[in-house]
């Protein structure tokens, strides 16, 4: 089974920077996908971004040209650099993997046949005014 732990949250103020890590471990298949989400006091968890095993990426409308998701293959690691941090941004940012996965990265997410996702513990980023 997929295991997956994030890293890198913390406070910043209005227009910082911060950058969240996840490591994954315990993919079956080449064919993977991962992403962030988040999920604001009293909102739903919503996706932010999402990067394929073969490089296609995908944004939220809200972060687009502000954050920047990536993937370190060597380590399974996946980055979140986030720029230009808003308050709105202030939220429990979760990662997924989905393993085996046939399908489209949109709108921040990873979607189609996989299996998972499989959740991180989250870790909190506060951006302040």
């Known amino acids: 089974q997929v295991k ?10 209005a227009g ?5 890590s996840c490591a994954a471990s315990g993919f079956m298949n080449s064919r993977n996908c991962m992403g962030w989400f988040r999920q604001g006091p009293g909102k739903e968890r919503v996706g932010v971004a999402a990067i394929a095993s073969d490089g296609r990426t995908s944004y939220a409308d809200s972060v687009k040209g502000r954050f920047t998701i990536s ?3 060597a380590k399974n690691t996946l980055y979140l650099q986030m720029n230009s ?13 989905y393993d085996h996965f046939f ?6 997410t990873c979607g189609g046949d996989y299996y998972g996702p499989y959740w991180g513990q989250g870790t909190q980023v506060t951006v302040s005014s």
């Open 85 to 97: 941090l808003k308050p709105d941004d202030t939220a429990m940012y979760f990662c997924a993997a």
């Open 16 to 20: 910082g920077s911060l950058r969240l």
């Open 4 to 13: 997956v732990v994030e890293s890198g949250g913390g406070s910043v103020q």
């Open 103 to 108: 399908g489209e990265v949109a709108g921040g």
């Open 71 to 73: 993937l370190d293959a």
